[in-house]
């Protein structure tokens, strides 16, 4: 090669990474020029790097904005959210699925079934879909400690939840063998129907049944603003 070519005739530089992840193509090397050394290892590397990093992403655009909600409702500020329709499949006379709902606490709804009441429930609709953070249950005929056992107690409650689109999704809650209302955490969005059925019940007997005084759903107050 003549000598005064040699400028001319210099390698490019390195090429952009983008070109040499995509590109298998290795240049020629020029005389007296020693070629690198490809290792298998720095290019299952380079993909796995780059697998990584298009997973973060993903993962990022798919639980980001679960995230915010969550953070949003961890910090808002709750208010009661009344149904637009109760109902059950049976109630002791007098004692209507209604009056679990008319923020009184002494007033009840019991199935009229004795011993566990194991299957009975409670269905609320809602007219339009509603985010529910919270829930309060009162069990027994009061919130009054002395009236606790005049009825046996709700112990383990299934909630099944149907969402605007029709899917159901389920939440357990456990309630302590106490008066007075008990606060649940019960986060779903979007949700038209909750029913609560019960599983197990507390101080059953042949000659007493599983009763409710209140049920209050709680959701963010209009005040959070957006």
């Known amino acids: 090669m003549p000598l005064a070519d040699a400028e001319a005739a210099q390698p490019p530089g390195r090429r952009p990474w983008w070109r040499r992840l995509f590109d298998r193509q290795q240049d020629t090397p020029w005389a007296g020029e020693r070629p690198p050394l490809r290792r298998v290892f720095d ?14 992403v993903v993962l990022a655009i798919l639980y980001v904005p679960d995230g915010v909600h969550a953070g949003r409702d961890h910090f808002a500020k709750r208010a009661p959210v009344a149904p637009d329709g109760v109902r059950a499949p049976r109630s002791y006379p007098g004692h209507q699925p ?46 009054r400690a002395e009236k606790l056992g005049e009825s046996a107690l709700p112990h383990r409650i299934k909630a099944t939840v149907t969402t605007k689109d029709g899917k159901t999704t389920t939440r357990d809650i456990t309630l302590d063998q106490g008066a007075g209302g008990q606060r649940r955490p019960f986060r779903v969005g979007e949700a038209v129907k909750v029913r609560l059925t019960i ?28």
């Open 199 to 226: 599983e197990s019940a507390y101080a059953v007997s042949g000659d007493k049944q599983v009763t409710l005084a209140e049920v209050e759903f709680f959701g963010r107050s209009s005040s959070n603003g957006v």
């Open 98 to 143: 209604l009056l679990a709902f008319d923020k009184r606490s002494n007033t009840w709804w019991g199935p009229g079934v004795s011993r566990s009441g194991q299957g009975e429930w409670l269905e609320v609709t809602f007219a339009e879909p509603t985010r529910l953070l919270d829930v309060i249950i009162t069990p027994g005929v009061s919130a």
């Open 43 to 56: 290019r299952i590397g380079t993909w796995a790097a780059a697998a990584v990093a298009l997973t973060l």
